[in-house]
């Protein structure tokens, strides 16, 4: 595989980069950070369900009295609006993560391939036994947890 990353990254950009999400986050100071278990509950939507929740809003509006009492318009046009303009930050945020994402992977990657020749270099040699037994703990395949009698 030819080496596709050939990138450093300073203290500064790296500095840089996490001050500008913690930016991001004092920006929205309302995101939510739900927990696996509420976000597992919760029901699968996506932004394709916009336009619908979009043209259900109208028609709350234009026509109040099919709405029961407690129905909260207010509420869903805040949450309709707040769903509206966050899209573009979102899709903007997960193309940035997928990026940095792909960029760790391959970095990874390639110092892995790299650290394998290293290793099939200290197997050959003599004399570096202590290496040899550190660097062949990560091919040590772990054991998988007994499963409760019942």
Known sequence: MPNRIN???T???KQAALDGVSA???????LVDLSPQERQRLPKIGASALPFILKCLEIARQHPEILRGSFDLTAMQTDAALAQE???VLI???RLLDEIEDTFSLALIEAYGASLA???GVQDAVGLDDEKRDLSEQFKRKKKPEAPNP
């Open 11 to 13: 203290a500064a950009q």
């Open 118 to 120: 290293v290793y099939d």
């Open 7 to 9: 990138a450093s990254l």
């Open 92 to 94: 903007a945020v997960r």
């Open 86 to 88: 966050l899209l573009p």
């Open 24 to 30: 991001l986050r004092q920006i929205l100071p309302f």
